[in-house]
């Protein structure tokens, strides 16, 4: 069964920092990696998605990597925002298969 | 958020007691699925379907039963509802956009409180 670990679990920076944004997964035969947003209350928004065979991803200040061999991604956030607090999510998807595996996630406060 | 309508978005039941919660979506998404979230355990697969009358069970699907009778409907029903499904409910579709990605579109959620 494929276990996937967020640390840490919470995490608070001043206002224009860069940070990042761990996940660990057990089973390396992974067919893609998506991290997700979530704010209180709300549903899960995609933010950005990594196929197996590609080693990141970016989309203005996020940059996210895979590490297939060593079952690691990170989410890397530049110059954060109050606006970027959330709690992020980590999932992957096993090969041929279409559910996801989900990180408890990482609860991220920027403060002004 | 992809077309997705989860309803509804609140509910406060007995144990015992049926419930039905629904998800809608209009843009003819052929996978469909149910997930719930909990504190500790993140978001844990209940149900999917890969079409119409097309189901699969996932990670926690004892007490859970679905249907999709048509494209745009998955519906989810606890025959007898029980206090460990309080829960926040999500619905969810999955898209392969142009670059042959599968990305996973997520409802608001149903928040469930069984008394």
């Known amino acids: 069964k494929q276990e996937v670990t967020q640390i840490p679990a919470a995490l608070s920076v001043p206002e224009g920092e860069n940070l990042v944004l761990n996940c660990s997964f057990t089973?390396?035969?992974?067919?893609?990696l998506q991290w997700f947003r979530q704010d209180p209350g709300k549903g899960l928004t995609s933010l950005l998605l990594?196929?197996?065979?590609?080693r990141e991803q970016t989309s203005g200040r996020l940059n996210a990597s895979l590490d297939k061999s060593s079952g690691r991604s990170t989410l890397y956030i530049a110059a954060s925002q109050p606006g970027d607090s959330a709690t992020y999510l980590c999932?992957?998807?096993?090969?041929?298969?279409?559910?996801?595996?989900f990180g408890t996630g990482t609860r991220l406060t920027v403060i002004p | 958020d992809a077309g997705i309508t989860q309803s509804p978005r609140h509910k406060v039941t007995e144990t015992g007691t049926p419930v039905t919660l629904r998800c809608h979506q209009t843009?003819?998404?052929?996978?469909m699925y149910w997930y719930r979230q909990d504190p500790g355990h993140g978001l844990r697969l209940i149900h999917y379907?890969?079409?119409?009358?097309?189901?699969d069970k996932g990670e926690v699907s004892d007490g859970y039963s679905v249907s999709r009778s048509k494209t745009e409907d998955f519906l989810l029903t606890l025959e007898s509802a029980t206090s460990s499904q309080t829960s926040v409910y999500f619905c969810?579709?999955?898209?392969?956009?142009?670059?042959?990605?599968?990305?996973?579109?997520f409802g608001a959620g149903t928040r469930l409180s069984v008394l």
């Open positions: 969810a579709i999955s898209e392969v956009d142009r670059e042959a990605k599968n990305i996973q579109y």
């Open positions: 843009e003819n998404h052929r996978y």
């Open positions: 990594i196929q197996s065979s590609q």
């Open positions: 999932a992957v998807s096993l090969t041929g298969a279409n559910n996801l595996f």
């Open positions: 089973d390396s035969a992974i067919y893609n």
């Open positions: 379907s890969y079409g119409v009358k097309d189901t």
